[in-house]
């Protein structure tokens, strides 16, 4: 019996045009996966000849993040570069979750995404800050995926348990971040941001503005899952957070043979800790796909006292986020500053990004 040959997802984009190739889709998704299909054919290549005469040709590849043989590539020279930013101390691995109501929200709004990084070191340098008085680096990649490629927004956060003091002269040790409190502030900044957000008319959504506004008020004193985990070597976690940083969250390997029409492919249950098979059709997977490609704004923040720590002011309050004194983002429509607390809230009022 003859064995229906594995798909791969630059053969799905190149069979599947209607799914993507119009004007309905968002703008970076079809460039993206455009170069996906240039890739290693249509973009030119280095011809090598040696003084004996061997020649060899290699294609040009498209660097883009929707191709998984460009992203392997670029994963691993993201982490050769994090690594030798980051300083080496002993770190907590923090995920910054949000309940599924709020998923949509963003898939909706994606030129809010870019201030979570924003607001997830916020939370964490103000405890550091209000608790030990220290300045730590936190490194924070947001992923807006889960293991069966449906939208799910969170934050994967590297936090030093080591800093400098306010004069930069003293190093800090043993800060901890405790679970339920760095969670409760974190709770209470996003459910701020996004209520400040939708009184100034910033998102998008079906339901009417009071619905929504009260749909994001009821989280704020519902329970967040919690999650803290130690690490004295940022090795393992760089690792795990950079598979699909710079590629697709999803591997050809992971791909099974399918008849035609249909996709299916492996993941691991979280709960049953068991690898399981998901199957869709292959228009519906490559919107899921679609919906992960990102524009090229900065998809990591990477704070540091030790690297920046003269350039950088950090708000003492937890509801308000810190920002940048050199590079001050500003709203790509009107090209004001973007407020998403009242002043009155602190002395220093905390800015983050909406660009898409």
């Known amino acids: ?18 799914v993507w190739d119009h004007g309905g889709m968002r703008v970076v998704v079809r460039e993206n996966f455009a170069r996906v299909l240039a890739c ?22 498209c660097k883009s993040r929707a191709c998984p043989s460009c992203g392997y590539w670029q994963t691993l020279r993201w982490m050769h570069e994090v690594a030798t930013r980051f300083p080496d101390v002993p770190c907590s691995g923090i995920v910054f979750s ?48 889960n293991a069966k490629l449906k939208f799910n927004v969170h934050l994967h956060v590297l936090a030093g348990r080591e800093g400098l ?18 969670t409760r502030r974190w709770r209470h900044t996003l459910v701020d941001f996004l209520i400040h957000a939708i009184d100034r ?41 950079a598979r699909y940083l710079r590629c697709p969250p999803m591997a050809d390997y992971r791909i099974l043979s399918s008849p035609t029409g249909t ?15 998901a199957e869709h059709s292959a228009e519906d997977f490559l919107l899921l796909l679609a919906d992960q490609c990102r524009t090229a704004t900065a998809t990591e ?35 004001g500053q973007l407020h998403f607390w009242p002043p009155s809230a602190t002395t220093r009022c905390g800015t983050a990004s909406v660009n898409e």
């Open 1 to 18: 019996m003859k064995k229906t040959p594995k798909q791969k997802i630059s053969n799905l984009i190149r069979a599947y045009p209607h």
């Open 40 to 61: 290693r054919r249509a973009l030119g290549a280095e011809v090598f000849v040696s003084p004996n005469g061997e020649i060899r040709t290699v294609m040009h590849t």
């Open 98 to 145: 949000m309940p599924d109501t709020f998923w949509e929200i963003f898939r909706t709004n994606r030129r809010l995404l870019p201030a979570l990084a924003d607001l997830g070191s916020g939370v964490l340098q103000d405890w550091a800050l209000e608790r030990y008085s220290a300045e730590v680096p936190i490194l924070v990649v947001p992923h807006t995926f």
């Open 165 to 182: 003091d306010r004069t930069g002269n003293r190093l800090v040790q043993n800060i901890h971040y405790y679970a339920k409190e760095v």
């Open 201 to 241: 008319g910033q998102v998008r959504s079906s339901m009417p503005v009071e619905q929504l506004r009260d749909l994001v008020q009821g989280q704020r004193d519902l329970w967040w899952k919690p999650m803290v985990r130690n690490y004295y070597s940022q090795k393992a976690f760089l690792h795990y957070i």
């Open 263 to 277: 996709v299916r492919f492996l993941y691991k249950d979280k709960k049953s800790h068991e690898i399981r098979v």
């Open 301 to 335: 923040s990477v704070t540091s006292a030790y690297l920046r720590r003269a350039r950088r002011r950090y708000a003492m309050r937890h509801s308000c986020v810190c920002w940048d004194d050199v590079r001050r983002r500003r709203c790509a429509a009107c090209g």
